[in-house]
Every structure is written in C-alpha cells, then in structure tokens.
C-alpha cells in the first residue's frame, strides 16, 4: 500500500505565496509521476501540475508562470511552490501518486489541504 501525507496549506492574502509538501511511504514503484491536483467548491478536480521521476513536467495553463513544482526523489517528496495566489486558486488541493505497471495504471490520492486565498 502507498500512504500520502500532504501538509502546508492554509489561509493567504491575494498576491501572497504557500509551499504545499507531500511525502509519500509504503511500496512505492518506480518510475512514477507525483503532482498536485486540485478542487473547488461545486467544480470537478482539476490537474494543478505534475512531475514524473525524470523531472519531466506538466502545468496547467491556469497556474504556468505562478505555481513551480519539485520532488525530492530519495524522499518520495513532492513540493508545490504556489506564488501570486489567486482567490480562484482556492480549493482542496490533493497529492497523487500514479504507477503506469503491466499495462495498469494506479492512483494513489492524499487525504488534502485546504487552501485559500483572501481577496
């Protein structure tokens, strides 16, 4: 099994920045992706960004140029550096793990951390 902890969410000023960590534990394979998706009040969860073990990335456009993210291979740690928030970046933000193994995929999801920004 794989556990996911995230931590670093909170209440922020518009403009203002939070750094979002996840660790992850248990059997974990690699290569995998790590990233942060996301979800508002009312909305589908959407992607935030995602970096695979090589260091590949992906954005979406809502947060390119605002939102940096970074993992920590040796720790199974993945950060989201969220600066020049939004109120609509409010939302619940989970971490995921994804394994591409035999063909199968599997998504392993935090528990999330509420993040919001004040206008």
């Known amino acids: 099994q794989v556990q996911l902890v995230e931590s670093g969410g909170g209440l922020v000023q518009a403009g203002g920045s939070l750094r979002l960590s996840c660790a992850a534990s248990?059997?974990?394979?690699?290569?995998?992706?790590m990233g942060w998706y996301r979800q508002a009040p009312g909305k589908q969860r959407e992607l935030g960004a995602i970096m695979a073990t090589g260091g590949t990335t992906i954005y979406a456009d809502s947060v390119k140029g605002r939102f940096t993210i970074s993992r920590d291979n040796a720790k199974n740690t993945v950060y989201l550096q969220m600066n020049s928030l939004k109120p609509e970046d409010t939302a619940v933000y989970y971490c995921n793990l994804r394994v591409i193994r035999r063909g199968a995929r599997f998504d392993y999801w935090g528990q999330g951390t509420q993040v919001t920004v004040s206008s």
């Open positions: 248990g059997s974990i394979f690699s290569p995998n992706d």
